[in-house]
């Protein structure tokens, strides 16, 4: 019976990263597409609209859950949690009072570049990092430490509590 486990949970491995995979190819296909259409002015700020979008729709199944809205930690949680279901490298780690994200590896960074748009992942990110969180709890702010998109070890985003 176990052997039976095993191959349905590699069965499930391997559809899962091969949808995370098709999730990439269908943004970046949207993508191409609005900047055939709209140019690269255009299409830049409609993605971000699509990751602030992302953002509200990660913050209102947070919020559905009734998770803590004052407890950072709990909320960086869910994030770094987010970033594992979509093949990301990611966990969490504290300095003094606030809490880091941290990846370590990202999808993202090799499919903007396999699409041609290297480096343009971290705007989508950040955008989406931070309307999330605003629409958690306005308490609490985030910035970007690092980012490896731009030859940076890591991506690191940072939250702390407004003062």
Request: aromatic share 10%; with cysteine.
């Amino acid at each position: 019976m176990t052997e039976v486990n095993n191959d349905v949970m590699k069965k499930l491995e391997r559809n899962w990263r091969s949808m995370i995979f098709i999730s990439h190819d269908f943004f970046h296909r949207w993508r191409m597409v609005l900047e055939e259409k709209y140019g690269a002015e255009e299409t830049a700020d409609l993605v971000n609209r699509f990751w602030e979008s992302v953002g509200e729709g990660t913050a209102e199944s947070y919020l559905k859950r009734g998770r803590d809205t004052a407890n950072l930690e709990q909320i960086a949680m869910s994030f770094v949690r987010a970033s594992l279901v979509m093949g990301e490298n990611a966990r969490l780690a504290k300095d003094g009072d606030d809490i880091l994200v941290i990846h370590d590896a990202c999808p993202w960074i090799d499919s903007y570049k396999d699409y041609g748009a290297p480096g343009q992942c971290q705007e989508g990110c950040d955008k989406w990092f931070e309307t999330a969180l605003k629409t958690i709890s306005s308490d609490f702010s985030i910035q970007t430490d690092s980012c490896l998109a731009a030859g940076e070890s890591t991506c690191t985003r940072r939250y702390s509590k407004k003062n």
